[in-house]
Nanobody
Framework: QVRAVESGGGSVRAGGSLRLSCAAS????????MGWHRQAPGKERELVAL???????NYADSVKGRFTISRDNARNTGYLQMNSLKPEDTAVYFC?????????????WGQGTQVTVSS
């Protein structure tokens, strides 16, 4: 079983920055991809950014140029640096980690961390 725990959410003014972290722990042989998703009230969950095992990244159009996803393979930890935040970035941010354990694959979600951006 693999657990993913997010941290780093909070409240900022528009134009500010936050850095989210996602620490994965448990039976991990390799992590294939780490992703950040968000869900605003009344809206569906959407993919914000993704990073694969070879460090290929993919971003939602709405955050390109403002958000940067990265990972520390040695620590099984991923990060989302969010700059130039806008009120529309307000949401609960979830980390998703996919990969292989010693026997089985895993696809784990964190509990979410709130990001609130005020104008």
């Amino acid at each position: 079983q693999v657990r993913a725990v997010e941290s780093g959410g909070g409240s900022v003014r528009a134009g500010g920055s936050l850095r989210l972290s996602c620490a994965a722990s448990g039976n991990i042989f390799k992590i294939d991809a780490m992703g950040w998703h968000r869900q605003a009230p009344g809206k569906e969950r959407e993919l914000v950014a993704l990073i694969t095992s070879d460090s290929t990244t993919n971003y939602a159009d709405s955050v390109k140029g403002r958000f940067t996803i990265s990972r520390d393979n040695a620590r099984n930890t991923g990060y989302l640096q969010m700059n130039s935040l806008k009120p529309e970035d307000t949401a609960v941010y979830f980390c998703n980690v996919r990969g292989m354990g010693s026997v089985y694959g895993f696809d784990s979600w964190g509990q979410g961390t709130q990001v609130t951006v005020s104008s």
